[in-house]
């Protein structure tokens, strides 16, 4: 079975940044796609970035150049690196293995001055 771990979040000021993690076991994680979802209170989970087995990134239009994901298959960890956080982006990050129906329980992000 899928377990997802994820860490990283907190409280940080408009224009700070912050660094989230998401440890997978249970999936052969090197041939697995991954992704960041987010969610705010009252809305969807929205998508944030993929990237595919082989590192090939993508971001949601309203992260793009600011976010980056990267993994470490060694570590079977995939990251999100959040830069000039604004607080629009105040919500609950989730990470996925794409393809699985498994949600870890989230880590909380709030961008408040």
């Known amino acids: 079975q899928v377990q997802l771990v994820e860490s990283g979040g907190g409280l940080v000021q408009p224009g700070g940044s912050l660094r989230l993690s998401c440890a997978a076991s249970?999936?052969?994680?090197?041939?697995?796609?991954m992704a960041w979802f987010r969610q705010a209170p009252g809305k969807q989970r929205d998508l944030v970035a993929t990237?595919?087995?082989?590192?090939?990134?993508n971001y949601a239009d309203s992260v793009k150049g600011r976010f980056t994901i990267s993994r470490d298959n060694a570590k079977n960890t995939v990251y999100l690196q959040m830069n000039s956080l604004k607080p629009e982006d105040t919500a609950v990050y989730y990470c996925?293995?794409?393809?699985?129906?498994?949600w870890g329980q989230g880590t909380q992000v709030t961008v408040s001055s």
């Open positions: 990237i595919s087995s082989r590192g090939s990134p």
């Open positions: 249970g999936v052969v994680f090197s041939i697995s796609a």
């Open positions: 996925k293995v794409l393809g699985t129906p498994n």
